[in-house]
């Protein structure tokens, strides 16, 4: 009985696989197969076709970014901002997602990159240059300019150093953190009623000198504490809880107060850790 369920689920599956392969040998006339080497018990194999999951939550993440950018033409500043925010969620997914599957790739870190280009480079300095850049004219859009020749700089940097760098610390702050400072900072100031005539002069020029110097941290020298050493799957102490739902409650209080607050304090933390290095190495000196 249980050969005979074999079978059927041997059938099955050779049946999609060949449904699939109707579909998919018509396309490949069109558009050439993507084909990468991989390393396998020390030889090098090639395959072809790319992974779904990993590249499915990276495609979400671009979506968010380029939904972020019409939401901001369209006025809509506050879905704009949560887009963003959705972005930063599912470039968390893919990279931990391909990692826990076995499913890394060249492709993957190739598309993840692009996409955090436009999710956390381009679209964050359009939505704020939609909203409050655009009335400063040149100085405005130059703002912006900086922000997104920084973003790109930040990427560039990393993938060329990734082999070599600190797991523990990024070197710049990360793109995704940048991207939150800003989008919290249209949310906040979109609830407070500061849109088109309603925001003042002063508020304007303050936020573009802020987009530029967010964008300045992601290229500098400074040490940001990348996170990525953190065990989800260990035990903490009870207490730990506890304090994890103090900060649930807070940030329900105001989610886009607590978010600014919390990445700002973030985007400061790099420059405090590099002057006290700066400290030690003289009192090491002397």
């Not at 890394?104 to 909203?131: Q, R």
């Not at 530029?212 to 940001?224: D, E, H, K, R, S």
């Amino acid at each position: 009985m249980s050969d005979a369920r074999d079978d059927k689920t041997q059938d099955s599956a050779q049946d999609s696989q060949s449904d699939l392969q109707g579909v998919t040998q018509p396309l490949e006339r069109i558009v050439d197969e993507h084909e990468e080497e991989f390393s396998e018990n020390g030889r090098t194999v090639r395959r072809k076709g790319v992974y779904l999951l990993p590249n499915l939550m990276t495609t979400g993440a671009l979506f968010a970014g380029f939904y972020a950018v019409v939401s901001a033409m369209r006025g809509d500043f506050e879905s704009a901002a949560v887009a963003i925010f959705a972005a930063m969620v599912l470039d968390g997914l893919d990279g931990r997602i391909a990692r826990m599957t076995n499913t890394t790739s060249k492709f993957g870190a190739e598309y993840d990159s692009l996409s955090d280009m436009v999710s956390f480079g381009v679209a964050p300095s359009l939505v704020m240059f939609s909203w409050a850049l655009g009335e400063l004219g040149k100085f405005g859009w130059s703002a912006a300019f900086v922000y997104v020749a920084c973003a790109a700089l930040r990427l560039a940097r990393f993938n060329t150093q990734i082999d070599t760098a600190d797991k523990n610390y990024f070197t710049g702050l990360a793109s995704p953190a940048a991207a939150a400072i800003i989008a919290s900072t249209v949310w906040v100031c979109n609830d407070l009623g500061w849109v088109g005539e309603q925001l003042p002069l002063e508020v304007a020029i303050v936020v573009a000198v802020l987009t530029a110097v967010t964008g300045l941290l992601m290229i500098a020298n400074f040490p940001y504490y990348s996170f990525k050493h953190v065990d989800f799957r260990g035990r903490v102490p009870f207490v730990a809880m506890i304090v994890l739902i103090l900060v649930i409650s807070l940030v329900t209080l105001n989610p886009p107060s607590m978010f600014l607050l919390a990445f700002l304090a973030y985007a400061v933390s790099g420059p405090v850790m590099q002057l006290q290095r700066w400290r030690q190495e003289k009192r090491a000196a002397s």
